[in-house]
């Protein structure tokens, strides 16, 4: 049996920080290769073929198959993504491997290369063991910046019959995750000196009256939204920026804010230009939508067969297994838009993501290898 913590102290070492947005411009701390290139030469040597392409220069998906799968044998595929969020910040040093007190420190350790670890230990295990199912791993680049990467991804040569996405969950199941949408909202104004602001209009004001009807009117709308499991839709200031002296009015501000819509709310496409029409009404000026990045949420029903499989593998393993929700966005929703049922599932808890120090609790990140062995064994039982 392969144990995930010796592959976990494999992993921390391979810087993967994703620091900038696809087709961001700057210099990057780094990118997915590296950690791309272990990859496939740990999957390679499973007996398993892989297929590499790229979202962006640099910037690597993979896909790991078998390579005669066998028809009547049902697929599930594991997927973890390859990056990390920076570094700057952090308390312990972000590559060197600590085991201390039962948990492993180190980026990356909970967000995600603790899942990774035990799905990469979990598949070794079971082609070892020929279990009858074809076994898939997917790992995917730019998902610290919303999801980036999994939508250049093609895995239409491939039936899926349900995906694993290891998430930190604390090996929760969660078949239920929010919509994610940065949309960035503009006022304009009337540039003019400083020293004559009644001759301008200044953006900056506009968009301070913007940020108050937000808060009067669209934020608690928002938290009305109904939908099992949620407590309602959010919306988060995240980013203002306007003017270009002091000593000018400004004639532009925006306004970047961070949705995060239950699965029951109104289209995004919709939402968005209602907002922005409400908005321009109630202030009697204009608000122009400007640039969105949307991340597709997650919906799968609690009575489809993966979620019934990974329950069952719960059981098996003595744990809780009743589906939860978390507001957070993952790569899950981005397959399942494409067709793929997914679920997600891992070790380690969200609140030690991202943070100054990270961590993962060995017993977990152990308990979590097994549950994704059970959910195998139990997903072969759908032969044919």
């Known amino acids: 049996m392969h144990d995930p913590l010796d592959i976990l102290r494999q992993l921390v070492p391979i810087d993967s920080r994703n620091t900038l947005p696809l087709g961001a411009p700057g210099e990057r701390a780094s990118d997915e290769m ?13 007996g398993l073929g892989t297929r590499v392409t790229y979202a962006a220069p640099r910037r690597p998906n993979l896909v790991a198959f078998p390579k005669h799968p066998e028809p009547s044998w049902p697929t599930l595929a594991f997927q973890a993504h390859m990056d990390t969020v920076g570094t700057d910040g952090m308390t312990h040093d972000p590559f ?3 085991v201390i007190g039962g948990k492993l420190y180190g ?5 995600t290369k603790g899942g990774m670890a035990a799905m990469l230990a979990a598949l070794a295990d079971l082609l070892a063991e020929k279990v009858q199912v074809n ?3 997917v790992a995917t680049c730019a998902e610290e910046t919303g999801c980036q990467g999994a939508p250049f991804l093609d895995l239409s ?5 349900g995906m694993i996405v290891g998430e930190p969950t604390s090996n929760r199941l969660v078949a239920a995750h929010k919509t994610s949408v940065y949309l960035e909202l503009v006022c304009a104004g009337k540039a003019a000196h400083g020293s004559r602001p009644e001759a301008g209009i200044n953006a900056i004001y506009r968009t301070a009256e913007l940020i108050g009807f937000l808060q ?5 709308e928002l938290a009305a939204h109904q939908s099992p499991g949620f407590a309602g839709s959010t919306l988060s200031a995240g980013m203002i920026q306007g003017g270009v002296k002091p000593n000018i009015v400004p004639d532009r501000c925006s306004l970047v804010l961070d949705l995060r819509l239950v699965p029951n709310a109104p289209p995004v496409a919709e939402l968005i230009g209602d907002l922005a029409r409400r908005a321009g009404a109630a202030l009697g000026f204009p608000v122009e939508p400007g640039w969105t990045q949307i991340t597709a949420g997650l919906g799968t029903p609690l009575d489809a067969p993966l979620v019934q499989t990974v329950q069952r593998a719960l059981r098996q393993q003595g744990r809780d297994d009743a589906p939860g929700t978390v507001a957070y966005c993952t790569d899950a929703g981005v397959f399942a838009a494409k067709g793929i049922p997914c679920v997600v599932l891992g070790p380690g808890d969200i609140l030690q993501a991202h943070g100054a120090v990270e961590y993962i609790d060995i017993e977990e990140l152990r308990a979590a ?4 062995q059970q959910t195998a064994r139990e997903w072969a039982s759908r032969r044919g």
């Open 369 to 372: 290898h097994g549950i994704y």
């Open 34 to 46: 590296a950690m791309c290139a272990w990859l496939v030469d740990f999957l390679e040597g499973l």
């Open 107 to 111: 980026r990356g350790a909970c967000d």
């Open 157 to 161: 040569p491939w039936r899926i019959d």
């Open 216 to 220: 009067r009117v669209i934020i608690p």
């Open 96 to 98: 060197a491997v600590e």
């Open 135 to 137: 076994l898939m791993f």
